[in-house]
Every structure is written in C-alpha cells, then in structure tokens.
C-alpha cells in the first residue's frame, strides 16, 4: 500500500465552465497535440482565480491536456501576461526594452514608482495598483509605452501617466 498521497485530478479542481472555456481552446487544434491550448487554458484559468496561477490550477492544466506539470510551468514563468502571485486591480506594465528606453521609459518608471510607492514586482498597499516591467509589448514606434488591462498606452510622459491613473480612480 502506497503511502503517497495524489494530486486531485482537474475534474476536482476546474469547474464544469472553466473546462467548457478550456475545450473551445483544445477544438483550435489537432487531437493529437491539445497540450497547444496551454497558453489559452492558463490565461481562463488566470482569469478565474482573480489574476494569478497557483501550482494547484497549473497541476489541474498539466492533467486536462496531458502535459507533465513542468511543462506547464514553464510557460506559465516564460510569458510576462502570467502572474505567479496576486496582483492589483489594476496591473500597469511597462516597457523597458532598447526602444522604449532610448524614448525616456526610465522617466516614467521613476514616476511611477514615485507616485505609487512602489517598485517593479510590487503592489500598493490597498492593491489598487502592481507596476512590472515587460521586456517587449511589441509597439516601439509609440515608445515609451505602457499596457494596462488590453489597452496601450503610447508616447507616454509623466503628465499622461498622471491623467491614465486619474481615470482609474
């Protein structure tokens, strides 16, 4: 008789939904290669957990589409959109790859930081707001840039930094 325990499988863990959200993304590919809707199944999970993985939930994606958990895992750290740990209501992201650094990204980090209180990896005390930094968005000719929710935020100074957070209030 074995004396280890075993992790629930994913049925215990996802909900009847999460799975049904989870299915439309494994109908996007081949049968045979369902682990393709990893990226799609951790951000319905990520979303359903208040915006953060825990090991339990990526453990219950592994065992969904037949991946190991490691391979899961390594997605899950690779790709900036994941988070690891609970983040604010209102997740800013910014840019401190070459193109938005030679724009003045520097400027708005401190300005941030400043006006939040807070550094890169950090949530404000009333979880209003993380600050990350992200190597690239993809959006260099709008540098300096920042992503906050689905929405960019280009040509940034400290002025429209400060008229972004206004809104958010």
């Not at 049925?11 to 799609?40: C, F, N």
């Not at 453990?59 to 390594?74: C, G, K, N, R, S």
């Not at 993380?130 to 689905?150: D, F, H, N, S, W």
Request: hydrophobic share 40%; charged share 25%; proline share 5%.
């Amino acid at each position: 008789m074995s004396t280890r325990m075993s992790k629930p499988n994913a049925s215990a863990i996802l909900s009847e939904e999460t799975r049904a959200a989870i299915d439309r993304w494994i109908a996007k590919y081949p049968p045979e290669q369902k682990q393709s809707a990893v990226m799609g199944a951790l951000s319905v999970i990520q979303k359903n957990n208040g915006g953060c993985l825990t090991t339990e939930l990526m453990d219950a994606v592994a065992d969904y589409l037949e991946m190991t958990p490691i391979a899961v895992y390594e997605v899950a750290t690779f790709y900036s959109m994941y988070e690891l740990k609970p983040v604010g209501l209102h997740k800013l992201c910014v840019c401190t790859n070459v193109s938005c650094l030679l724009r003045g990204s520097e400027d708005i980090v401190a300005h941030l930081e400043k006006k939040l209180g807070i550094c890169f990896g950090e949530t404000t005390p009333d979880n209003k707001f993380t600050l990350k930094e992200v190597e690239c968005l993809g959006a260099c000719g709008g540098a300096p840039i920042m992503q906050l929710g689905r929405e960019y935020h280009e040509n940034l100074t400290p002025e429209k930094v400060d008229d972004i957070l206004a809104k958010l209030d």
